[in-house]
């Protein structure tokens, strides 16, 4: 069984005989050219006297159709309706017909169909309505680097057979808008992201797909909190042995209507700094801003974020400002602007 047509109406042309009916049940659609129309994959079966004349228009929408929606013949807007066919079928006297139905939510008529071919194919699977198994979140783990973020993971979904692979994806900002980064075999437990922006938070999820239907485990292995929170990796800089030639302020000037600042928040960077130090903020009047402790114990990170507050939380005036980078043997002198 294969989907033919999907035809629609309004309350105005509903089809109420039976030759009307019929007519719509071959994908007669009701603009009135006697064309019928059917979904793309049936392109090459013009001809075939068991199905439909499928047809592309000029500007065809996700399947050949005369008219994608009634919007495209100014009809006002109304609730949609469907005539749910099959056929033609061939029935000896006394032949029996079973009809088996399933109900199918979709997002829209694409995705409406999408979950058709899935019920459909659940019918057929391992001798009817199997429905496929959804393989194994894998083990993931993932960390910051120097603009870089490393990613590693376990073997343990590669015991789901059949197993297809990994599908590696990231998204910025928030658990959104996952984007792929890669398409990986059960070969590789790793992988380097070097296609990030120093600062930016980033989320990453690792899935494991079925070989055979595509279907991807769940996209729930990110990194959270106790309480379910996620927690972003932000790619930064690595301490230097070198940092009194090294420390610098990054953006500078620092611009309130970027893109960063206007979608996600106030922040800059002090970069390139030793494992431990203090950076003192002060106004080009000499005034304390703000002391900032940079304390990385584990030697792994050069770089100390600033929301732009100053000791009593409230936020800086624009202006240039003085910062001394501090060891307990060595200090840096900059400056920096501040653009609100």
Do not use: M
Request: a negative charge; glycine letters at 10%; one cysteine or more.
């Amino acid at each position: 069984p294969i989907p033919l047509a999907h035809s629609w109406w309004n309350w105005d042309n509903r089809p109420n005989t039976d030759a009307q009916k019929y007519q719509v049940a071959w994908g007669v659609n009701q603009e009135g050219s006697g064309r019928r129309s059917g979904p793309a994959y049936l392109a090459d079966w013009i001809g075939d006297p068991s199905a439909p004349e499928a047809f592309a228009p000029p500007n065809p929408g996700p399947f050949p159709i005369v008219q994608e929606n009634p919007i495209a013949l100014d009809f006002p807007p109304f609730d949609y309706s469907f005539l749910l066919t099959l056929g033609p079928l061939d029935l000896a006297d006394w032949d029996s017909l079973h009809v088996v139905g399933g109900w199918v939510i979709g997002r829209g008529l694409v995705d409406l169909r999408v979950q058709a071919d899935n019920l459909l194919d659940a019918y057929h699977r391992d001798g009817g309505w199997g429905v496929p198994d959804v393989p194994p979140v894998p083990a993931f783990f993932y960390e910051a680097g120097d603009g870089c973020v490393e990613l590693i993971w376990s073997d343990d979904a590669e015991v789901y057979q059949p197993f297809g692979g990994y599908r590696l994806y990231r998204s910025t900002f928030d658990t959104s808008g996952w984007e792929l980064v890669s398409e990986l075999d059960e070969s590789a437990h790793s992988y380097t992201d070097s296609d990030v922006t120093r600062g930016f938070p980033y989320f990453y999820v690792l899935c494991s797909y079925d070989a055979e239907t595509l279907i991807e485990s769940q996209k729930t292995n990110y990194k959270q909190e106790l309480d379910g929170a996620p927690i972003p990796v932000v790619p930064g800089w690595s301490p230097r042995v070198d940092w009194t030639s090294a420390v610098s302020v990054v953006p500078n000037p620092y611009r309130g209507s970027a893109d960063w600042e206007v979608a996600h928040l106030d922040k800059l960077a002090f970069t390139n700094l030793p494992a431990v130090c203090d950076i003192h903020v002060y106004t080009l009047a000499g005034d304390h801003v703000v002391t900032l402790e940079h304390r990385s114990l584990g030697g792994d990170s050069g770089v100390e974020y600033w929301d732009l507050r100053n000791s009593l939380g409230r936020g800086i005036a624009s202006g240039l400002y003085v910062y001394c980078v501090q060891t307990s043997a060595r200090h840096v002198l900059g400056r920096f602007a501040v653009i609100r």
